[in-house]
T-cell receptor, first 116, second 114 residues
Framework: DAMVIQNPRYQVTQFGKPVTLSCSQT?????MYWYQQKSSQAPKLLFH???????NEADTPDNFQSRRPNTSFCFLDIRSPGLGDAAMYLC???????????????FGPGTRLTVL | AQSVSQHNHHVILSEAASLELGCNYSYGGTVNLFWYVQYPGQHLQLLLK??????LVKGIKGFEAEFIKSKFSFNLRKPSVQWSDTAEYFCAVNAASGTYKYIFGTGTRLKVLA
């Protein structure tokens, strides 16, 4: 089935040790998103790509970077994880036939990041 | 800044009870509105959405939501819940102004007792 896949599902890293989370999609969607969701909080948009155009949210820390080498893959790099970066990281995709903001987002299962 | 409030964080209902989950947003312009659901062990999926037309929208599994512009609300309803509706429900808003930014609420955990 077409889907959004995130690897790994669980990631443990050490304080300050760079980590990369990956997301792939078989939906051929233009837009890919990365969200951070901490316990009992709302998913918070970190950034998104429209094709290769990268859009960073103003309050996303510089510690978070992203790469999208092709339509199917998108990576989240955390350069120096702190304890406060422990969270669930959600990837989502969409394709906006109806224009901005009307599109359905398709979410992956998330990667739970633990920082020791 | 835009924000979304979901006032009910935890709701417990018996099967066949009626459900209404509140969602209020703060944004003065035109909005697109969504409800997403996350069943235990599964990922977020769309329940329903509104971006124009009839303010009463129907989604999957018997859910509906009503957009009341004057109240900045988009409450989710279901006349008779089932045990399988146990899940977490998220309201989300997009400012319909050429942006892909979505603001999510903190979610409501619904538990339906059999």
């Amino acid at each position: 089935d077409a889907m959004v896949i995130q690897n790994p599902r669980y990631q443990v890293t050490q304080f300050g040790k760079p980590v990369t989370l990956s997301c792939s999609q078989t939906l051929n969607h233009n837009v890919m998103y990365w969200y951070q969701q901490k316990s009992s909080q709302a998913p918070k948009l970190l950034f998104h790509y429209y094709d290769k155009d990268f859009n960073n949210e103003a309050d996303t820390p510089d510690n978070f970077q992203s790469r999208r080498p092709n339509t199917s893959f998108c990576f989240l790099d955390i350069r120096s994880p702190g304890l406060g970066d422990a969270a669930m990281y959600l990837c989502a995709t969409s394709t906006p036939p109806g224009g901005y903001g009307t599109d359905t987002q398709y979410f992956g299962p998330g990667t739970r990041l633990t920082v020791l | 800044a835009q924000s979304v409030s979901q006032h009910n964080h935890h709701v417990i209902l018996s099967e066949a009870a009626s459900l209404e989950l509140g969602c209020n947003y703060s944004y003065g312009g035109t909005v697109n509105l969504f409800w997403y659901v996350q069943y235990p062990g599964q990922h977020l999926q769309l329940l329903l959405k509104y971006f124009s037309g009839d303010p009463l929208v129907k989604g999957i599994k018997g859910f509906e939501a009503e957009f009341i512009k004057s109240k900045f609300s988009f409450n989710l309803r279901k006349p008779s819940v089932q045990w399988s509706d146990t899940a977490e429900y998220f309201c989300a808003v997009n400012a319909a102004s050429g942006t892909y930014k979505y603001i999510f609420g903190t979610g409501t955990r619904l538990k339906v007792l059999a």
